[in-house]
């Protein structure tokens, strides 16, 4: 339970040029009001990225275009399940599975999240990416894996892929 910077998120706002998303913690469209309020245009859900009444009353108050899933996910054996609470709840779902039932949702974008790759510097994982980016209905962000800016470019060759860096660039 954390609690989201609200003045932070101001501040920010104030002084960027770009559309500002935030996320962590979003449990209710007060939550949301909350964050728009401050100046962000889009709210990242995770843990409640399967709540479809909260998806449908922030998407019937502010836009779908103001909603962005984060589906972070993990190979076990053979396979990648999609994972909630910040990678920590193994939903027991396949990747493919869980993605189209994001990507039926009224939300803008899909953030994917590769846990294994995560500030790890090896890459982005890019079959997933291609292969998920061919079935959407809603632009991506990939996440995880930056380690050149080559990768960079191939990932971003892909129409409906962006990209987002954190850690990576330390």
């Given at each position: 339970n954390r609690l989201i910077n609200l003045k932070?998120?101001?501040d920010i706002s104030k002084i960027v040029n770009i559309p500002v998303a935030v996320g962590g913690g979003i449990k209710s469209i007060s939550d949301?009001?909350?964050i728009?309020?401050?100046g962000a245009e889009?709210?990242?859900?995770n843990s409640n990225s399967s709540n479809s009444k909260l998806i449908n009353l922030i998407a019937t108050k502010f836009g779908s275009q103001s909603i962005i899933c984060s589906l972070d996910y993990k190979k076990i054996n053979r396979f990648h399940y999609a994972f909630l609470k910040?990678?920590?709840l193994n939903t027991f779902q396949k990747l493919k599975e869980y993605f189209c039932f994001l990507n039926d949702l009224s939300i803008g974008e899909i953030m994917?999240?590769?846990i294994d790759r995560d500030g790890s510097k090896n890459g982005f994982d890019f079959k997933n990416?291609?292969?998920l980016n061919k079935i959407s209905k809603k632009p991506l962000i990939i996440s995880g894996g930056f380690d050149h800016p080559k990768s960079l470019k191939k990932l971003l060759e892909n129409r409906n892929i962006s990209v987002?860096?954190?850690n990576s660039l330390n």
């Open positions: 932070l998120v101001k949301v009001n909350k728009i309020d401050s889009k709210v990242i859900l910040s990678g920590t994917l999240n590769s990416a291609i292969n987002a860096l954190g």
